[in-house]
């Protein structure tokens, strides 16, 4: 049974927004009180959150779909829906974020990053919201944006200090058990280490983390083995250990050539050059492999390594080379660079830049993109005539009409908004104003005027009758005129 996964393909939906309510308030003795139409409720978003008691990606190998609440739905009375709850999932630290062509979107790395996989979507306003001095009477509302769709890769890397590579039954588990509290499996067979395993050592004031990552063998880079499904795991690695055998059975294999082969594969693998290396000849307590570090130690100095000869059973050299893995993992974590406050960096707009484009793609079709557009249309209702010339008169105001003769349409040319898997299209009509206006001044009713005082209405009153005896006598061929 699987138990540790440490890539997976996720399949994220954000929460789509409520739409918004047209209503008309209404009770006794005020039969038309004004729109009251309560806006939509925010979908759920989608966010990854580094958990540290998580180590696995094991829940979401076997649920990979996972959404967020949609919002609530606004309500008359000026009531708002309720908005959707946020979806949190939590990974563990080292988790990548990839998109679906490789490209890493996060690096989370640190308890409590956060990132929004999936935006939810906005509500949409009611018609109280859309109230104006000229529109007092909207019998229309905004839909709420459907939230994202994606999917995702999540790739954990092992956050540690140090890595301990090297051959399969080389020692590597058995020196992590005795330097730290770690119990991983120990056995004599090859390929005993399936998963990384993580321990914590002290030495000294120096705290840190050791990571022993399953045994490499030649070509793991390309795929051979386990290597590369863990070659991953010492990338973020500050120091890198080579555990050579000293008593290997097989007659073919000698510490040198090991040593030689794992770098090998470590420089195909690419991104650890910089990493300082320290060379560990393991199992010494064996007469044959103490006379074998004895004679290869000179040899790995002369290329520049600090080797320690040690023995994980009888427990020989580890206070000193516990003690050099701590000076090298403070002097890495000394040379890093610090932290920067968070800056806000202002990206001021363009001048020239008016939110969206306008592309003639063939004979008769031009293509509107930009994020305004788009979202306008989305929150459109094409069922109702008034909210149809509402958009006519957002797309209007934006200079969506201006750029599109100067791009040449012509009335009765398509016009697609949106991209084009997921784009509405309509033939254009030019006007010199744009859908609710030609309509009137769409949404006013004068029922909803304030009233006038009653000496202004006797005013009015008596202008119409002496508008209408004038237009009489005008009329009238046979009335004395003099």
Known sequence: MTTFVDRVELHVAAGSGGHGCASVHREKFKPLGGPDGGNGGRGGDVILTVDQSVTTLLDYHHSPHRKATNGKPGEGGNRSGKDGQDLVLPVPDGTVVLDKAGNVLA??????????????????????????????????????????????????????????????SAGKSSLISVLSAAKPKIADYPFTTLVPNLGVVTAGSTVYTIADVPGLIPGASQGKGLGLEFLRHVERCSVLVHVLDTATLESDRDPVSDLDIIEEELRQYGGLDNRPRVVVLNKTDVPDGRDLAEMVRPDLEARGYRVFAVSAVAHLGLRELSFALAQLVAEARAARPKEESTRIVIRPKAVDDAGFTVTREDEGLFRVRG?????????????????????????????VEAALMKAGARSGDGVAIGPEDNAVVFDWEPTVTAGAEMLGRRGEDHRFEEPRPAAQRRRDRQAERDEAEQAYDDFDPFRDKS
């Open 371 to 399: 994020e305004k557009p788009e979202r306008w249309v989305r929150q459109t209702d094409f069922n109702n005539d008034e909210a149809v010339g509402y958009l006519a008169d957002r797309l209007n105001r934006v200079g």
């Open 107 to 168: 690096d989370l790395v640190g308890h409590g990053t956060s990132y929004i996989a999936a935006q939810g979507g906005r509500g949409g306003l009611g018609n109280a919201a859309l109230a104006s001095a000229r529109r007092k009477a909207p019998g229309f509302a905004l839909l709420g944006e459907p939230g994202d769709l994606r999917d995702i890769g999540l790739e954990l890397k092992t956050v540690a200090d140090v890595a301990l590579v090297g051959y399969p």
